[in-house]
């Protein structure tokens, strides 16, 4: 909201306190100040009028002129000043500046010798006086004022406007008798309210039933109180100049001389009003109603709006002149040759007012007011200020009682506190008296005062009407500090008694995965939540996509939750790819949306991609990653998770592989049970699709989020022998796509078995996949590395190949095939 | 028999230097030393030396001997040593560059993240976590956000369709609507509803606003949120708050300051505001960071805490915002990015 400094000086005396001071007052009483705006003349001394009686060129510089000019018997008589304008001509009344003057810029102007002429004083531009930008030459005055005037009196009033963003829970404070009663009590200054001269007992026309037949309320709930004035014979102009400054001060366009009352009230007191011209109501007639579905409008934005049922209209005896609280019709409204007008001072009920403005998206500065809540206790004050205004400054008389339909409930609000409370609350001690000053300096006042044992005296406040927000002691904290100023608030060393736990399991899985793949080279990324529906169709089924859409997307590519981490990271490889910029390993933890029993969950997640493609040469390569490679780091961020991966049942992705490449990624675990990974290679259509050159690799791990434990339980220590292992390898020919785990399995189980109670299988690792020469086609040889160790002796040879022996024959009569 | 031993010598000495190769070198010594070399055929000469003369000679024997073996040694040891050489070939250029991977880099984001909950945790605040999606409950309801409130228009909050369900994240009531949480706030309600006072909780998460996308604007972007309940907490406790996170943060000479505000569940409410030399791209004197209140006590009621009884203060922050201005970074977009250049600067 603007405000303009003048206006706010008709109600509280700020002469004396800087712009700045004020700027700071106003935020620290809680309002921000988003801009200040100066607006015409500064107040200047020692800036007087002055009359150029001669002009000389400069004996020394061909630009300058030498003047005489008159600035008045007071300042001084006739003063020879240097002056380099163009328009320094004989005859003209200019502002000159005299010694002793500061200008903007605290340009001080003393007596001089310029180019070995003496000058005192000079003369001055616009630019000078920061009326303008431009300097062309002396601000010539017109219209011969008094020489020797002080300039102020000469030039239009110069203004501060601060704009200020009002908190919603202030709507007091969208007006400048508002802000006024802030800074009143700031700077403990008295607030001055407007003169209203006008009551209802000095009407004296004749009543004109003719132009208002009826006020009839049909929606009492939405529109408590309605009142409506008649004033007949009045002229339609322009608005007192300092009005118009006013108004175009605050923002608002000057328009003709009732409009801009209405405005001005509302801008004063913060209750919009309305102006009929009365000839415009059809039969005469108002009825504060609702609107019938489909009923049309022509708003003064000149634009034709369909109503819903519902929605609170002021009409006529046949249609809506006046969205209520909102808008007026285009024409129901005040003209050039208005004579009669009706008046229109109401209470609308905020939550009608905002749903009717968001339904029609149509706002106003009045529609504004109404939705934050205006005081309807201060209704009538606010009318007859209206009242007031019209008569002086468009003439006419007020015809007929006012008509008032509807009423308030007498306001009445109590809140008791003291200042031990107060103290308690704010941790530090302001003065009794201090705290009692500034919650009076709000126009609260105590009407009960009883001692207490420990907290000082309680005090009953009321509270004035336009602070619904005040409600509780706790509001009343607010209000002390607010006044005694948060600056003060005593500096202290923070107390933190031992109050320890853990962090969450899940901030506790995000960067131990962070740290584990920052260590492999892996960039961080961040990518957004919010993806298109497209670009997630590839990773998952199209009933789970539609189940992620947002029930109001704001961007078509951000419509839908992400269900997996994989593919923000192939958009941040594509753009440093198109960027040529040479990365390959980058990860993310965050959130992922997954199906789980028929529901979507929220899970924890991390995933990595790494590229071949790494745009990078090096003098000295490394070996390229493969599907091992990102099998490893999901290895890595499982087990950070708790789940050891290469003991759970890993497969091949099925068919639609979402995403992956088939026959080249892997998945383990299942949503399903609480946790889900898949690795390998990403579908190399897809990235041909993305634009991505090269292979890419990539792992997803996703936890339902309440599975994610912290650390696990502490183990307990195995003893281990310190005997000598005994070594056999083992070759076994399968078909080609038996798994290694299958055969790693297998052996195991025999070879555990041979060694029986007598010493113990240690651990059975492949060594060597082979196919080719010796290995008949379809078929590969899996070799396994078999270490036998007994606890108590060093194993001697007859008994291991015994067992190794049996560990063949059992294989051979499970079906395998012993490579010799 | 003294001349053949220096005259043995002599061409040991001259031939050993000379051996180049491991064989050429056996084949030497089984010449000089070996059953049928040249030293045993003299030493098998020592029968027909007289008596006599036998210790002088035998002495004469053992010195060649001994010379004999160190020159076998000699050329052996330096043979292992041009053996080594070969084996490791020319030595290293130690200014190339590892060709391996350099090590990754955390997103400044987390840094941010990290280091404020690090100084958190200093004075006692634990990291807690909460769900991303919300119910209008937790959101907005219990923190004083009633229903007309426009902070719960569809316009500046993503809702989920009516029909969507959520295994995980529980609800208040069966009729309300699921959102992605506008707030980090949120998580306040599900620990004091969770939790026994006294809490000490921060809880750093995306949090998600429907927004146009520019240079400040995001349509998820991450808050901290700190919150402490306990008995007797004042205004100047938070205020003691705010300083220690800022000069552990910036600097001694960080300064606070609290500006009157109005958020829904706190009362009373501050904007917080900081002042610090050396912050890159910042030309203001003050420069606002957050916002903060006393939490008001119908939050409490609402949660079951006696607000006669419990007191405390919460305090949120940007975390984007925090790291644009430690970085001097100037466009919020570019944190989602990621491009590597950006990645690589900050750790």
């Known amino acids: 909201m603007k405000l303009s400094r003048s206006w706010l000086q008709d109600y509280v005396d700020l002469a004396g306190i800087s712009d700045d001071d004020i700027s700071r007052a106003i935020t620290f009483l809680g309002f921000e100040v988003e801009q200040v705006i100066r607006t015409g003349a500064p107040a200047f001394n020692n800036v007087v009028v002055g009359h150029i009686l001669t002009r000389d060129k400069h004996p020394n510089a061909d630009k300058l002129s030498v003047c005489t000019v008159d600035v008045g018997f007071a300042h001084g008589g006739v003063r020879t000043i240097v002056c380099g304008a163009p328009n320094c001509d004989t005859g003209n009344r200019v502002p000159v500046a005299l010694p002793g003057a500061i200008l903007p810029g605290d340009f001080v102007i003393k007596e001089a010798t310029v180019r070995g002429q003496p000058s005192s004083g000079m003369m001055c531009s616009a630019k000078e006086l920061t009326l303008a930008e431009d300097a062309a030459g002396l601000l010539l005055l017109s219209g011969s004022p008094e020489i020797g005037a002080p300039i102020s009196s000469v030039l239009p009033a110069g203004d501060v406007v601060f704009d200020i963003e009002i908190t919603p829970n202030r709507p007091d404070a969208l007006s400048h008798l508002g802000v006024a009663r802030e800074l009143a009590a700031w700077f403990k200054k008295e607030l001055h309210y407007p003169a209203v001269s006008f009551t209802p007992a000095s009407i004296s026309a004749n009543p004109r039933p003719d132009l208002l037949t009826s006020v009839r309320v049909l929606a009492d709930t939405d529109c408590p109180l309605y009142t409506a004035t008649v004033v007949t014979g009045v002229t339609i102009k322009p608005s007192p100049d300092w009005m118009q400054q006013r108004l175009a001060a605050a923002g608002l366009r000057p328009i003709n001389n009732v409009v801009d009352i209405g405005n001005y009230v509302m801008l004063e007191y913060g209750q919009p009003v309305h102006a009929f011209d009365a000839t415009k109501l059809a039969n005469g007639e108002i009825i504060v109603r ?38 007026g019709s285009a024409d129901s409204g005040v003209s050039a040759d208005t004579l009669d007008l009706v008046l229109e001072v109401a209470f609308f009920k905020r939550q009608s007012v905002r749903a009717t403005g968001k339904r029609l998206g149509l706002g106003s500065d009045s529609s504004y007011r109404y939705e934050r809540g205006v005081d309807v206790h201060s209704l009538d004050e606010a009318a007859h200020r209206f009242i007031d205004l019209i008569l002086a400054h468009a003439g006419g008389a007020v015809a007929g009682p006012i008509h008032r339909v509807g009423s308030t409930i007498p306001w009445e609000r109590e809140i008791t506190v003291t200042p031990g409370y107060i103290n308690e609350k704010l941790g530090f001690e302001i003065p009794a008296a201090e705290m009692r000053a500034a919650l009076e300096s709000l126009e609260l006042v105590v009407t009960r005062e009883e001692p207490t044992e420990k907290r000082g005296p309680a005090w009953t406040f009321s509270i004035p009407s336009w602070r619904d927000d005040l409600d509780r002691p706790i509001d009343l904290v607010e209000e002390v500090v607010r006044l005694y100023g948060t600056e003060k608030i005593p500096v202290s060393v923070i107390t933190a008694p031992g109050l320890v736990g853990n962090d969450d399991p899940i901030v506790l899985f995000n960067r131990k995965v962070a740290d584990a793949l920052v260590g492999q080279g892996f960039n961080e990324c961040v990518n957004y939540t919010l993806r298109a529906g497209q670009e997630i169709a590839a990773w998952t089924t199209p009933a ?10 704001f961007v078509e590519d951000q419509s839908h939750l992400r269900p997996t981490l994989v593919s923000g990271l192939l958009e941040s490889l594509k753009l440093n790819q198109s960027r040529g910029v040479t990365a390959s390993r980058f990860f993310e933890t965050g959130r992922v949306f997954l199906e789980r029993n028929g529901q979507l969950s929220e899970c924890v997640a991390a995933a990595f991609i790494l590229a071949e493609e790494t745009g990078e040469r090096s003098w000295r390569p490394r070996e390229a990653a493969d599907f091992y490679t990102a099998k490893h780091h999901a290895e890595t961020i499982a087990a950070i ?13 099925a068919a639609p592989a979402h995403g992956w490449q088939t026959g080249h990624a892997a998945v383990a675990g299942d949503i399903k049970h609480g946790w889900t990974a898949t690795f390998g290679l990403v ?69 555990r078995a041979a060694a029986g109670t007598a010493f113990a299988l240690e651990s059975v690792d492949i060594f060597d996949v082979y196919t080719g020469k010796g290995v008949p086609e379809g078929q590969q040889s899996l070799a396994y590395a078999l270490t036998f160790r007994a606890s108590d002796r060093t194993l001697n040879d007859d008994e291991v190949n015994a067992a190794f022996t049996k560990v063949q024959t059992d294989l051979t009569a499970a079906g395998y095939q012993i490579r010799k | 028999m003294q001349d053949q031993l220096a005259a043995l010598l002599a061409k040991a000495a001259a031939e050993l230097p000379a051996v180049a190769t491991r064989p050429d070198f056996e084949a030497a010594k089984a010449r000089f030393v070996g059953p049928n070399g040249e030293l045993t055929a003299l030493m098998k000469q020592m029968g027909s030396v ?18 004999l073996q160190a020159h076998l040694d000699a050329a052996l040891s330096r043979l292992e040593v041009g053996e080594i050489a070969a084996r490791l070939g020319p030595a290293v250029d130690p200014t190339l560059p590892s060709p391996d991977r350099a090590p990754g880099t955390f997103h400044p984001l987390t840094l941010v993240r990290e280091e404020m909950t690090r100084i958190l945790r200093k004075v006692g605040f634990t990291v807690v976590e909460g769900p991303e999606v919300e119910t209008e409950y937790y959101c907005f309801d219990a923190l004083n956000t009633p229903s007309d409130h426009p902070a719960r228009d569809a316009q500046d909050t993503f809702y989920l369709p009516e029909s969507a369900r959520f295994g995980n994240v529980s609800k208040k009531s069966p009729h309300e609507k699921y959102l992605l949480r506008t707030h980090t706030s949120s998580v306040q309600i599900r620990t004091l509803l969770k939790g026994q006072p006294p809490i000490r909780i921060v809880s750093p998460g995306r949090v998600y606003r429907r927004d146009t996308t520019d240079a400040t604007h995001s349509a998820n972007f991450h808050q901290l949120e700190c919150l402490y309940v306990d008995k007797n907490v004042t205004v100047r406790d938070l205020k003691a708050l705010l300083d220690y996170i800022f000069a552990s943060l910036l600097g001694k000479d960080t300064k606070t300051r609290f500006r009157p505000h109005y958020f829904g569940y706190t009362e009373p409410s501050f904007e917080v505001d900081l002042s610090a030399t050396h912050l890159p791209k910042v030309n203001k004197p003050w420069i606002e960071i957050g916002g903060c209140g006393m939490v008001d006590p119908i939050v409490f009621k609402d949660v079951g805490y006696d607000p006669e009884v419990w007191s405390g203060y919460a305090f949120g922050m940007g975390l984007e915002r925090l790291a644009m201005l430690l970085y001097g970074i100037d466009d919020i977009r570019t944190f989602y990015q990621n491009d590597a250049r950006f990645l690589r600067q900050f750790a």
């Open chain 1, 290 to 327: 609702h609107a019938t579905e489909g009923e049309k409008i022509t708003t003064l934005d000149k634009k034709e709006r369909t109503l819903s049922a519902g929605m609170l209209v002021i009409a006529d005896a046949q249609h809506p002149v006046v969205i209520a609280g909102i808008m």
């Open chain 1, 544 to 553: 789970h996509v539609e189940s992620l859409a947002l029930a109001n997307p």
């Open chain 1, 641 to 653: 998770a708790g789940i050891e991966l290469g003991r759970q049942p890993t497969a091949l992705v």
């Open chain 1, 683 to 751: 579908d190399l259509a897809h990235l041909k699709a993305l634009g991505i050159t090269g292979k890419v690799y990539a792992g997803f791990f996703a936890i339902v989020s309440e599975k994610v434990t912290a650390d696990a339980d502490r183990r307990s220590f195995k003893p281990f022998s310190l005997q000598p292992a005994a070594l056999r390898d083992l070759a076994v020919v399968v078909p080609a796509t038996t798994s290694a785990s299958e055969v790693q399995k297998a052996i195991a189980k025999h070879a």
């Open chain 2, 50 to 67: 007289p008596k006599e003369q036998k210790p002088v000679v035998g002495k004469l024997v053992n010195e060649a001997k001994t010379a």
